[in-house]
């Protein structure tokens, strides 16, 4: 069984950082594409970032690029957002998921972790 588990929300200032964490268990995270989605009150669910392949490949939203940074470390099975330049409308929930193809659905899914950006 797969799980994941974010940490590192919280409320921040406009112009501020976080960097939240997803630690993998279960099945290490090599074989999977990793995402970040998150989730703003009354929107859709947007995919911000992917991380897939062993040298760590990634992918961003236009809404995000420039600003996040996601990496991850395999000996840690952890999954890492950096988020720089946080503006108010990133403000969501944030999730961590997880994937074996990119034409499937994110098999495995965190719980989720609060980010409230204040102007």
């Known amino acids: ?11 921040v200032q406009a112009g501020g950082s976080l960097r ?7 099945r290490t995270l090599s074989g999977y594409i990793m995402g970040w ?17 062993s ?15 996601t990496s991850k470390d395999n000996a840690k099975n ?9 503006k108010p409308e990133d403000t969501a929930v944030y999730y961590c998921a997880a994937k074996t193809s990119w ?8 719980q989720g972790t609060q980010v409230t950006v204040s102007s």
């Open 37 to 53: 989605i998150r989730q703003a009150p009354g929107k859709e669910r947007e995919i911000v970032t992917n991380i897939f392949g």
């Open 20 to 26: 939240l964490s997803c630690a993998v268990s279960g």
């Open 78 to 86: 952890t999954v890492y957002l950096q988020m720089d330049g946080l």
């Open 103 to 110: 034409f499937s659905a994110y098999e495995y899914w965190g």
């Open 55 to 69: 040298g760590g490949s990634t992918w961003y939203a236009d809404s995000v690029e420039g600003r996040f940074t």
């Open 1 to 11: 069984q797969v799980q994941l588990v974010e940490s590192g929300g919280g409320l």
